[in-house]
């Protein structure tokens, strides 16, 4: 009986864990920003005349902060992020260490600045991993809301002849939400099995 307990105690604890720390995908901004506290800082990265100097390039506001990279260096002429190279991944790194939801739209772009229907690949630092194909960019969004701080996102290479790219950033904070009830009886059946036990015990 003990070790049923301690079975049920640790599955329990395991679904909890893995629950609490993975990221959850949103596909549409209307979804997503419905699930974002007040206070967060959206991007759209227009207004530049020239590409920044090479290396990572900070943005900031509301309390976010946060750096974009390529190796090959950043392209920011078309209204958008991009990379300068041709199957280069873009990686954004949040540095502020309060991040806890992102959404943006994510696309891969040809020579010319026009959106290809390929398929894109955004991989976080908790190992959430999203593929899908843009037709256009009323369907290029993705968000992701975690309970942990978000430290990175890296979009892959798109392939030959094209470039790695997201426009209309937000960063923020996620809503404070109540736990759901199956989370909480999941919750509850661990700590009755670990009170059991040792009641048991002594």
């Known amino acids: 009986m003990k070790h049923a307990y301690r079975l049920l105690s640790a599955a329990a604890l395991t679904y909890l864990s893995a629950s609490a720390f993975a990221a959850t995908t949103y596909s549409t901004s209307a979804s997503f920003l419905a699930q974002v506290a007040p206070g967060s800082y959206m991007e759209n990265f227009d207004g530049w005349v020239s590409d920044p100097p090479a290396g990572s390039l900070a943005f900031s506001g509301g309390g976010f902060t946060y750096s974009a990279f390529a190796a090959s ?103 404070t939400q109540v736990p759901e009830p199956a989370s909480l009886a999941l919750m509850g059946l661990g700590l009755a099995g670990v009170i059991v036990a040792r009641r048991r015990k002594a």
């Not at 991040?99 to 229907?117: E, H, I, K, M, R």
């Not at 037709?135 to 975690?146: E, L, P, Q, V, W």
């Open 73 to 175: 260096d950043l392209y920011l002429q078309g209204g958008f992020l991009s990379t300068s190279q041709i199957n280069d991944a873009l990686t954004i790194t949040f540095t502020s260490g309060n991040v806890t939801a992102v959404g943006a739209d994510f696309f891969a772009v040809n020579l010319s600045d026009a959106l290809q229907a390929v398929s894109v690949t955004i991989t976080l630092n908790d190992g959430t991993v999203t593929s899908f194909t843009p037709t256009s960019m009323s369907d290029s969004y993705r968000g992701f809301i975690s309970s942990t701080p978000i430290t990175s996102l890296t979009i892959s290479g798109p392939g030959a002849s094209l470039y790695a790219s997201l426009d209309n950033m937000t960063v923020g904070a996620m809503v």
